[in-house]
Structure formats: structure tokens, C-alpha cells
């Protein structure tokens, strides 16, 4: 089915440990994102890339890199986890402005850092 | 910096109640106001609104845009327990080039 898809759906971490979440879309979408859902914090921004080759940090981007090296994958790597990276991880697209078009979800990740 | 807040935080009505929910934004060079549903997984889009004024209805579900005052509300009426959610309003810039700005979001229980 064509939509965003993000793997692993749940990951458990040991502090220190790096690990890559994978975000692939197939709807051809320049506008992709990574989001961060906290209990009571709704969706906080963590990077983001209006096409390949070009990302920018949202609003809270430290302990994590991203890379668009085509249009279809966003993945995001964390360096060296932390317990405050205990959090469900959205990815969104867009086909064009998200103003214009608003975004498509992935079901998410639930990543447990002990 | 861009803000979005929503009111109230939680509620929780009896199937049959409508209910108002509230998104105040504050968003440099304004240009949208989206709203979304947030089940148990990811959100999905209910509205975008551009213009003031203008109401954008879907079945039970309606919702209005005040420019002026900076403002957003999303209404349901005759609420039934599908209805309970997490509702997450977003404010999108002129430009659109820069992602949507979310507010905490209301979370919405409908008791039988």
C-alpha cells in the first residue's frame, strides 16, 4: 500500500547504543519529517527536509542526524541513546507545502532507551 | 517563535454532548491552520482552514478559522465513542516551506 513506512514499530535501546529509524515513502513527496510525541508535549519537531539533499533542524534536534539522500528515504540515527529519548518517533510527508497539502503519517515507533 | 496551544488539555463527554475544542496560535506570517485525529497510532488530517470565516464541515464534524483574533475551534456534535481521540491542531507559516508547529493536543473521551 502506498503511504510512509517506518521500521522497527518498537525498539528497546540500552543507553549508548546507536540505531537508525527507518522512513520510506512511495508517493513521490519532496516535504519529510521527523517528529518526537512525548506524554503531554503533542508533537515536537526534530528535523526535517524540503527535498534530497537538503534537511534542516527543527526544535529539538540534539542526539540525532538525518540524511536525504533520495526522495523516498528519511532515515534518523541516533548517535548515542538516551533514556530522554524514551519517545514515540513520527516521520511525516508532503507532497508539496505542508500549508498546502498537510502531511501523511507513519504509524510510528515506540523506542525505549534503558 | 511560532506557539500553538490547545484548550482543553483533556475532556471527556457523554455520547450524545457536543463539544468545542479550542487552538490559539501565534505563527509568523500565518498562512493555515490544520486539524488532525490521533487514535491509537498516527495522525490523520480532518481539516485544513485558509480563509477567516469560512466553515469547513465533515458530518458531524465542523471547523472555523478567526484570523483576527488568532483562533481556531473544532466542534462535534452528537459524539459518539469513535469520536474519542486526541485532537492535534497545527499552524503552517506563509512560506510553507517550514514544517507544521503542533500544539499538546486535547484529548477527548466519549463515555456510553
Known amino acids: 500500500n502506498a503511504g510512509v513506512t517506518q521500521t522497527p514499530k518498537f525498539q528497546v535501546l540500552k543507553t549508548g547504543q546507536s540505531m537508525t529509524l527507518q522512513c520510506a515513502q512511495d508517493m513521490n513527496h519532496e516535504y519529510m519529517s521527523w517528529y518526537r510525541q512525548d506524554p503531554g508535549m503533542g508533537l515536537r519537531l526534530i528535523h526535517y527536509?524540503?527535498?534530497?539533499?537538503?534537511?534542516d533542524q527543527g526544535e529539538v534536534p540534539n542526539g540525532y542526524n538525518v540524511s536525504r539522500s533520495t526522495t523516498e528515504d528519511f532515515p534518523l540515527r541516533l548517535l548515542s541513546a538516551a533514556p530522554s529519548q524514551t519517545s514515540v518517533y513520527f516521520c511525516?510527508?508532503?507532497?508539496?507545502?505542508?500549508?498546502?497539502?498537510?502531511?501523511?503519517f507513519g504509524s510510528g515507533t515506540r523506542l525505549t532507551v534503558v | 517563535e511560532d506557539k500553538v496551544v490547545q484548550s482543553p488539555l483533556s475532556l471527556v463527554v457523554h455520547e450524545g454532548d457536543t463539544v468545542t475544542l479550542n487552538c490559539s496560535y501565534e505563527v509568523t506570517n500565518f498562512r493555515s491552520l490544520l486539524w488532525y485525529k490521533q487514535e491509537k497510532k498516527a495522525p490523520t488530517f480532518l481539516f485544513m482552514l485558509?480563509?477567516?470565516?469560512i466553515e469547513k464541515k465533515s458530518g458531524r464534524l465542523s471547523s472555523i478559522l478567526d484570523k483576527k483574533e488568532l483562533f481556531s475551534i473544532l466542534n462535534i456534535t452528537a459524539t459518539q465513542t469513535g469520536d474519542s481521540a486526541v485532537y492535534l491542531c497545527?499552524?503552517?507559516?506563509?512560506?510553507?516551506?517550514?514544517?507544521?508547529?503542533f500544539g499538546k493536543g486535547t484529548r477527548l473521551s466519549v463515555i456510553a
Open positions: 527536509s524540503v527535498g534530497a539533499g537538503i534537511t
Open positions: 497545527a499552524g503552517v507559516d506563509y512560506s510553507g516551506n517550514t514544517p507544521l508547529v
Open positions: 511525516a510527508s508532503s507532497y508539496g507545502r505542508p500549508s498546502s497539502y498537510g502531511y501523511t
Open positions: 485558509t480563509s477567516s470565516g
